[in-house]
């Protein structure tokens, strides 16, 4: 470890943790005068002062994403800082005074149901804000939790899997499981997409674990990966414990549904579940169990009610100022405005500032707009853009939205076969789809194919596209056989059309490969 502080002012003072990805410190923050968590990546991780840039903009992308969970529960990343000569990576985070949530998980001792029940209605809460973003934990286990003294219950490192492997699975890609083995969900144990459900698995466990004092399923990983999680029926909580209630045993193996779809539509009706199991308020702390004195109290914030946010709600959009003489006015020369503000808009891109890119052309349609008209050419593409730099960024939701209207208008213009209107479908369906919404994702990807087959080919460049995140999102989804056949009858096309060598040809022939693995 170095002897001098990191950066120049986090001073480490005492070794907290380690494990597969490095240690974790407890530091100190010389500058603001605080106590700070330093996580030290194993030099292992990086090889080579490529590999070394590529973490650190992939810790950068989605640090900006998790900033944007404003909840009590989740620890904020403050920096990260990469030393010469490439060789390390510090991730410098708020430091959380508690204890793992693995030191509760006793086989030979049940914690009373309520506490048990609040420290899942409090990841439940968590996983309400992040999931509006979204943000997916990805791995999420009982190491991954703590609880402080005053029973505040802490989900720690989001989107530090994602830092950390570069072949996090995305719509068209399959890749390397990512999570930890007896917490993964089956289209997790596949590579395939992770999803808001897929943290809900994970919960299921957890809260199997808390209840039973045993993990849902046990054994080496290649077991728990090709037999238990996908297809083993987890053993009923009440044979394990009959003092636990039908409805929480009921919502737990709901939880551990093998497809996504069968789970609870999101984390707040897992929450409004949970309710019933929760302390009222003014009722004393719950007893029983291991012993629990002096011990923290996750029950106690709902003796005083602290509930999640609704899904209806609309997540908080990011604040920004823009800058002196950005806004466009009457009389300005709308051709050099836009041009000024393209420029300005690369220039975010190039450092990866997404959200303020976007804000800046919301900026600027807000102003032009009422001189242009709303369905002006200009506008439509300017909103185009727009909506693109938002996917790219991770806001899916505000980026479905936009790409939804979109849709509409330029149907008024185009008719339902336009170009921009195939276009904004195909991306309103991957908004879809990134969001969790595979019945819908799907069936608007196919709406899109009968359209583009009956206006182009089968084998247009847009329709091959349509047909790989059909077949993406079905294996995704755990319809391994349909998947086949969508990507086998593309991969034969792309052989007669591009040869087998092309690249296009090879993604598919991976995908397939993936999918043929038991």
């Known amino acids: ?37 330093v996580k030290v990546i194993n030099p292992d991780v990086v090889t080579s002062v490529q590999d070394a840039r590529n973490l650190a903009d992939r810790f950068r992308r989605e640090a900006r994403i998790t900033a944007r ?3 009590h529960g989740v620890p904020q990343v403050y920096d990260a800082v990469l030393t010469e000569p490439y060789d390390r990576l510090y991730l410098v985070m708020e430091y959380i005074r508690g204890t793992s949530l693995r030191a509760y998980v006793r086989p030979d001792a049940s914690l009373p ?72 969900s ?26 039973s004092g045993r993990r849902v399923f046990d054994g080496p990983t290649q077991e728990l990966f090709q037999e238990q999680h996908r297809h083993a029926r987890p053993r009923p909580l009440r044979a394990l414990r009959p003092d636990v209630p039908e409805d929480l045993e009921k919502l737990v193996l709901e939880l551990l ?126 909103r185009m853009r727009r909506a693109a730099i938002l996917f790219v960024g991770g806001d899916y939701r505000r980026s479905l939205t936009e790409f939804d209207d979109l849709t509409r208008l330029y149907e008024g213009i185009e008719g339902a076969a336009g170009t921009n209107v195939i276009g904004c479908r195909r991306q309103a369906a991957d908004c879809r789809a990134q969001l969790g919404n595979a019945t819908i ?18 084998t247009s460049e847009t329709a091959r596209e349509i047909r790989k995140s059909i077949g993406a999102l079905l294996g995704a ?15 034969e096309d792309l052989c007669l059309l591009l040869g087998p060598g092309h690249p296009e040809t090879q993604e598919v022939a991976e995908m397939l490969h993936h999918l043929h693995e038991p």
């Open 257 to 382: 549904a093998k497809k996504p779809e069968q789970r609870p539509v999101d984390a707040y009706a897992v929450y409004t579940r949970l309710l019933p199991f929760l302390p009222p308020p003014g009722s004393a702390a719950p007893r029983g169990g291991p012993e629990l004195a002096g011990h923290p109290d996750p029950t106690r914030m709902y003796r005083r009610p602290n509930a999640p946010r609704p899904p209806d709600a609309p997540a908080d959009a990011p604040s920004f100022t823009p800058a002196p003489g950005s806004r466009v006015t009457v009389g300005t020369r709308l051709r050099e405005a836009i041009a000024e503000v393209g420029r300005r808009v690369d220039a975010l891109l190039e450092e990866e500032r997404y959200i303020q890119a976007a804000d800046v052309l919301e900026e600027l349609v807000d102003a032009t707009s009422t001189t242009l008209g709303a369905t002006h050419p200009r506008i439509l593409a300017l």
């Open 477 to 491: 989804e755990g319809e391994v056989q349909q998947a086949r056949e969508v990507l086998t009858t593309l991969r």
């Open 113 to 184: 149901i309520s506490w048990a029940a609040a420290v899942a209605a409090q990841i439940a809460t968590v996983l309400s804000h992040a999931h509006a973003i979204p943000v997916v934990h990805r791995d999420l286990k009982p190491d991954n939790v703590l609880v402080t003294a005053d029973g505040t219950v802490k989900v720690l490192d989001f989107g530090i899997a994602a830092i950390l492997r570069p072949d996090v699975p995305r719509l068209t890609r399959f890749g390397v499981p990512v999570g930890t083995d007896p917490y993964m």
């Open 69 to 71: 969970i404003h909840h």
């Open 186 to 211: 089956p289209e997790q144990t596949r590579a395939s997409q992770v999803t808001p459900q897929s943290d809900l698995y994970a919960l299921g466990c957890l809260l199997h674990e808390l209840l």
């Open 441 to 458: 994702a799907l069936r608007q990807y196919r709406d899109v194919l009968d359209v583009v087959r009956a206006t182009e080919s089968d």
């Open 1 to 37: 470890m170095p002897i001098e502080p990191v950066a120049g002012r986090y001073e480490l003072t005492e070794e907290i943790d380690s494990g597969g990805m490095g240690m974790v410190w407890r530091g100190y923050d010389a500058v603001l005068d605080r106590e700070v968590a």
